[in-house]
């Protein structure tokens, strides 16, 4: 990571300005030209400095009061095809497979669904059960309690010689 690269992270870790061009205002910020910027951090993404550039919503505050980790137990040798299916779900906000923890744990597939009660998620459950259909051998529901703090890396500006 050279000195621009890590400017960029320091400048943008807390997330882009809430701005009609935010990579303009970042990149006059840093005093380069926006398509710098966005080279740069395409570049980064690319060989895994940084894993995405996206948006964080406050579920809460949009009104949705119900979130819940839904856990599923399915094949293995579907999984990536069924996690797809549920990650395109626009009630889905990230789906991913963990490793399960046999006897007590055989879930593989995670997807966290969002609504506005309990009884949409519930809804919203029994669709993705009929999505999987016969490769659900089960599944559980992991209501959030409270929102926990979301941030990645966390740079420290360099500071400048006298």
């Not at 701005?19 to 398509?35: C, D, H, M, S, W």
């Not at 009061?65 to 999984?79: F, Q």
């Amino acid at each position: 990571m050279d000195d621009l690269d890590r400017k960029i992270i320091t400048a943008t870790q807390a997330g882009l300005p809430l701005v009609k061009e935010p990579y303009q205002a970042i990149a006059q910020q840093l005093n380069i030209e926006p398509q710098l910027l966005k080279q740069r951090m395409q570049a980064m993404l690319d060989n895994g400095q940084i894993r995405r550039i996206g948006a964080v919503p406050n579920h809460y505050k949009l009104g949705y009061k119900a979130n819940a980790m839904s856990v599923w137990n399915v094949p293995d040798n579907k999984i990536s095809e069924l996690g797809q299916q549920l990650g395109a779900l626009n009630y889905v906000s990230h789906c991913y497979e963990r490793p399960r923890f046999l006897p007590e744990w055989p879930y593989n597939l995670f997807a966290m669904l969002h609504g506005k009660s309990k009884e949409e998620v519930a809804e919203k459950v029994q669709l993705i059960v009929t999505l999987l259909g016969g490769h659900c051998a089960g599944y559980e529901l992991l209501y959030s309690t409270k929102i926990l703090k979301k941030t990645g890396l966390r740079l420290k500006p360099i500071k400048s010689s006298p």
